[in-house]
């Protein structure tokens, strides 16, 4: 299985601050990668989709970035209902596998 | 607007077998742009892929889960359904199911929506 690492585990910021969250896969795997944002008690949600394809209807202050190995999430002014958990995901393989998640707390 | 909705039991024996069904609304489940999965989370846990299954019956399963996984399709019902055998304390989760849109253009694939899930506890 390839293994999708995120970085960092948690982090905590302020409205209005850029963020940046990324994740590593073990093998390259093109741009087969997704990111989803998680609310508690609720159901995971596609942001973006092929590492830089803006899900519609997700606002335009989140990016993707990256090609390979190595991707970036970025939330370039974050506001209040942005306080979630942001799952990265390869689809290059099967099993389809996610990163252990990425907790943004309000600081 | 497509809708995924879950059903099934709350509270499952270990040894027994767990049964999910998905129904699907807004939507046909035989499009042939679209298969149909599932998907577990233990609580406070990360997200785990247990398979996925096309209109026509074909199914893929997670390796990890595949001797005890079962995935089906009722394209007259617009449903899909998971049996998962033999389960033990392990098996805890909320378990969802997703559409995963699947490419030719290079993209790959990925989930959306999601049903919102529902938790299933393997306890006696």
């Known amino acids: 299985d390839i293994q999708m690492t995120q970085s960092p585990s948690s982090l905590s910021a302020s409205v209005g601050d850029r963020v940046t969250i990324t994740c590593r896969a073990s093998?390259?795997?093109?741009?087969?990668f997704n990111w989803y944002q998680q609310k508690p008690g609720k159901a995971p949600k596609l942001l973006i989709y092929?590492?830089?394809s803006l899900q519609s209807g997700v606002p335009s202050r989140f990016s993707g970035s990256g090609s390979g190995t190595d991707f970036t999430l970025t939330i370039s002014s974050l506001q209040p209902e942005d306080f979630a958990t942001y799952y990265c995901q390869q689809s290059y393989n099967t099993p389809p596998t996610f990163g252990q998640g990425t907790k943004v707390e309000i600081k | 607007q497509l809708q995924l909705q879950e059903s099934g039991p709350g509270l499952v024996k270990p040894s027994e077998t767990l049964s999910f069904t998905c129904t699907v609304s807004g939507g046909s489940i035989s499009n042939i742009n679209y298969y149909w999965g599932w998907i577990r989370q233990p609580p406070g846990k990360g997200l785990e892929w247990i398979g996925s299954i096309y209109y026509s019956g074909i199914a893929y399963y997670n390796p990890s889960l595949k001797s005890r996984v079962t995935i089906s399709v009722d394209t007259s019902k617009n449903q899909f359904s998971l049996k998962l055998s033999s389960v033990t304390a392990a098996d805890t989760a909320v378990y969802y199911c997703?559409?995963?849109?699947?490419?030719?253009?290079?993209?790959?694939?990925?989930?959306?929506?999601w049903g919102q899930g529902t938790l299933v506890t393997v306890s006696s």
């Open positions: 092929a590492a830089s």
């Open positions: 093998q390259s795997i093109n741009n087969y």
């Open positions: 997703a559409r995963r849109t699947m490419t030719t253009r290079g993209e790959g694939n990925w989930f959306d929506p």
